[in-house]
């Protein structure tokens, strides 16, 4: 084969830019840019005021269908699949939806990422006095969510995977059983738990065989209140939240920081 052909067909078998950037939304998002003051303006001009009301209220609804399963919400898809030719306009009307969100549900949009441009809705998660921490009758997943954080947290916020599924095994939560409530437990928790920012689930480098280990996501650090979370393991072992001297100190911060 020729210099010339050889080169031909290596060409033909390199992946296209879409194969390495990922998806079309991960290209509306690239191609985002920062309106001119004279575009937002005209935008302003061209819409009223409840043309915007209603575009607004669009936002809030297609946030809160994607808040439903915890995924995180990218501006990329409210851009694609909502604003469309209000793009111009996209700071005012967010503006609005991150209003509607604290007045009208009491919930705070926040950007979480802001180099990616990725939002979450933060309601906070905290334990219910008097229940046992492995079961919440309401929502059974936010019980086995809480009792990882909690390991987490008390463990100096990185614990080895190992400790997490021997803790759990100990609740009656076997990672290679399948549960009644919550299904493929491992599933569960190092891939819904890891998508929707509650935990981190990462590798330990130079590790045979692999190890993983868990770290506290961004979402949790914005929806878990560590103060409260220490005074429900104080209330398990009969003992003040000050035992904890380390723990204590990094919650009562965090607490003062919000």
Avoid at 65 to 91: G, L, S
Avoid at 132 to 144: C, F, H, Q
């Amino acid at each position: 084969m020729s210099q010339k052909r050889r080169v031909s067909a290596t060409q033909s078998r390199a992946p296209k830019r879409s194969q390495i950037v990922g998806d079309d939304e991960d290209d509306e998002d690239m191609s985002f840019t920062q309106p001119t003051s004279s575009q937002v303006q005209r935008a302003r001009e061209n819409f009223t005021t409840v043309q915007i009301d209603r575009k607004t209220a669009e936002v809030v609804q297609f946030i809160l269908i994607k808040d439903q399963k915890k995924v995180p919400i990218r501006r990329a898809d409210i851009v694609k699949h909502v604003m469309k030719e209000y793009k111009p306009i996209y700071q005012d009307i967010m503006k609005r939806v991150t209003r509607t969100f604290e007045q009208v549900f009491g919930m705070k949009l926040l950007e979480i990422d802001s180099k990616n441009h990725i939002y979450i809705l933060v309601n906070k998660i905290e334990p219910v006095a008097g229940e046992p921490v492995s079961l919440y009758p309401s929502n059974p997943k936010t019980g086995l969510l809480f009792v990882i954080l909690s390991i987490i947290f008390m463990k100096g916020g990185v614990v080895k995977e190992a400790l997490i599924w021997n803790t759990l095994k100990k609740l009656r939560v076997d990672p290679g059983e399948k549960h009644d409530d919550f299904g493929d437990v491992k599933k569960l928790v190092t891939d819904e738990f890891v998508r929707q920012k509650y935990v981190e689930y990462v590798r330990i480098p130079h590790t045979e065989p692999l190890e993983f280990e868990f770290r506290w996501g961004l979402r949790a650090e914005k929806e878990v209140s560590k103060l409260k979370l220490l005074e429900f393991v104080a209330q398990l072992h009969d003992q003040e939240p000050q035992s904890w001297t380390q723990q204590f100190r990094e919650a009562t911060a965090a607490e003062s920081s919000q």
